[in-house]
């Protein structure tokens, strides 16, 4: 069966420190891969996807198909980065959501 | 524990015909209720939110609508399918005011062909 995981449920990480969330993924095709982001009380919205290779608020993400793995990476936390994230992948039009890890932030 | 559940799994309309998507949720009380659709090469989309029996906020205006008629249950409809209805919905749920975080829970899905 095709699985996202996400191994952390909770990340804490001081400001300024890099982060790192990890996500792997079980589909030994081309998948394609995405990273949404939910902050307090707003709607979840798209963070990135591995197709078009951007960075967004100072995150990046590649994806590993050796390790099959597509961890979302930031070199300095910044307070805003708080937040649920969640790792998922999209084959033949069916997303599979891995179950989120909340990253906190510490002053 | 908690579960959701979406039916069906697959589904294949002609347009013009109605829909009726079915989300359940068990384990947990009042909570608040999501549809999403995602649309080939897009990103998820909101389509509807719910924080109680009969409260529903629609988030874009289309071709779909969506009831709650008892606590846990979450229905997306439509009395005319569009070709653009074609997709993939997801069910998810957050714990109500009570539950205090944020995290969603997703259901299976529903990948609907509109033909």
């Known amino acids: 069966a095709q699985r996202v995981t996400q191994p952390e449920k909770l990340l804490s990480v001081f400001k300024g420190a890099p982060v790192e969330l990890k996500c792997n993924y079980s589909?030994?095709?081309?998948?394609?891969l995405f990273w949404y982001v939910q902050y307090s009380r707003q709607r979840l919205q798209l963070l990135l996807r591995?197709?078009s290779r951007e960075s967004i608020k100072g995150f990046t993400a590649d994806l590993n198909k050796g390790e099959t793995s597509f961890h979302l990476k930031k070199p300095f936390a910044q307070e805003e980065d708080s937040a649920m994230y969640y790792c998922?992948?999209?084959?033949?039009?069916?997303?599979?959501f891995g179950k989120g890890t909340r990253l906190h932030i510490l002053p | 524990s908690q579960t959701i559940h979406q039916w069906p799994a697959t589904l294949v309309q002609p347009v013009g015909s109605p829909l009726s998507l079915e989300c359940t949720v068990e384990?947990?009380?009042?909570?608040?209720l999501y549809w999403y659709r995602q649309a080939a090469g897009r990103g998820l989309q909101l389509l509807f939110y719910?924080?109680?029996?009969?409260?529903i906020s629609s988030e874009v205006p289309q071709n779909l609508s969506a009831s709650r008629p008892q606590d846990r249950q979450f229905i997306l409809s439509s009395k005319k399918l569009l070709l653009s209805d074609s997709g993939f919905y997801l069910c998810?749920?957050?714990?109500?005011?009570?539950?205090?975080?944020?995290?969603?829970?997703f259901g299976p899905g529903t990948r609907l062909t509109v033909l």
């Open positions: 384990g947990t009380s009042n909570p608040n």
């Open positions: 998810a749920w957050t714990p109500g005011l009570a539950g205090g975080t944020d995290t969603q829970y």
């Open positions: 591995h197709i």
């Open positions: 589909y030994s095709g081309s998948p394609e």
């Open positions: 998922a992948q999209n084959r033949d039009d069916k997303i599979i």
């Open positions: 719910s924080i109680g029996i009969d409260q």
